[in-house]
């Protein structure tokens, strides 16, 4: 019998439970008056989490994952309640759920318990141990597009200088007169190296030195060799979208949280009589 749910204000605690524990008897008691039955529930307990289903339609009314869950309690007392705290995926609310087990409320506690373990395991198991390996691969990443910007600009400005220097070279030049360094080398007498002209390094027959060669910031995704950068995170396989990222950080800090197993008195005021 699921006696239903009630907002707490912290994720573990005896008293909180006691306290919802309380609260949700003595709204049951309030409806056995008004001739309302307590609903019937079927649990489905896995590593993926609890399930609170409808009997007979197996509709699912409630999926509380077991990363949310924080606080897990049965009475010591009475053995047919059983209770657990579990954080709203919607509101991140933290919310206490009661229920009457037929004298099984121990069982189920553990059974919760042992399937929080398992999935934390399977967690790790998967890949969840890395998340912050994750984080340090992101600002890595964002530090190879920040040095492949510098990287680019600064080929912009030594070409620029280049080709300032060629220009240079042709003006300073008496007319008709030969002169004797070729008018394509650099600043230390070497021909500068050009994979997109190789010819540009000679003079033409009539003496006159060939256009310059363009500028190639339109090669800003190439590196200083003219080759296309190695980009680990291009396949997507170590990147992960926010809304991903942020599930897989809330999945790690609530196993880091914990469950809390314990047994308590719940059966504390006299409205708690079996009846």
Same mark, same amino acid.
Do not use: W
């Given at each position: ?23 949700? !008897? $003595?709204?049951?008691?309030?409806? @056995? ?9 079927? &649990? +489905?307990?896995? *590593? ?73 395991? !399977? $967690?790790?198991?998967?890949?969840? @141990? ?9 600002? &890595? +990443?964002?530090? *190879? ?131």
């Amino acid at each position: 019998q699921f006696l239903g749910s009630t907002e707490v204000e912290q994720p573990k605690g005896t008293e909180v439970v006691r306290d919802a524990v309380r609260k949700l !008897k $003595f709204a049951r008691h309030i409806k @056995k008056s008004e001739g309302l039955k307590t609903p019937k529930v079927e &649990l +489905q307990i896995s *590593i993926y989490g609890v399930k609170i289903l409808d009997p007979k339609t197996k509709e699912v009314q409630h999926n509380c994952q077991l990363h949310r869950i924080s606080f897990c309690a049965d009475d010591k007392t009475d053995k047919r309640i059983f209770t657990f705290i579990c954080k709203d995926s919607e509101s991140n609310k933290h919310l206490c759920y009661v229920f009457d087990s037929e004298k099984c409320a121990e069982e189920i506690t553990l059974t919760i318990g042992q399937a929080f373990d398992l999935a934390y395991r !399977k $967690f790790l198991e998967s890949g969840g @141990k890395d998340v912050e390996t994750r984080k340090q691969i992101a600002g &890595l +990443q964002k530090r *190879i597009q920040e040095l492949e910007a510098e990287n680019s600009e600064l080929k912009n400005k030594v070409q620029d200088l280049e080709n300032q220097l060629r220009i240079t070279q042709v003006h300073t030049s008496p007319a008709g007169s030969v002169t004797p360094k070729s008018p394509s080398t650099d600043i230390f007498d070497m021909v500068p190296f050009s994979p997109i002209s190789p010819q540009s390094s000679t003079p033409t027959r009539n003496g006159t030195q060939p256009p310059p060669v363009p500028s190639r910031s339109a090669e800003i995704k190439r590196d200083l060799f003219g080759a296309e950068p190695f980009d680990p995170f291009s396949c997507g396989a170590g990147d992960f979208p926010p809304d991903i990222q942020s599930k897989l950080d809330e999945m790690q800090e609530g196993f880091k949280m914990g469950l809390t197993l314990e047994g308590t008195v719940f059966c504390l005021d006299p409205l708690d009589s079996r009846c």
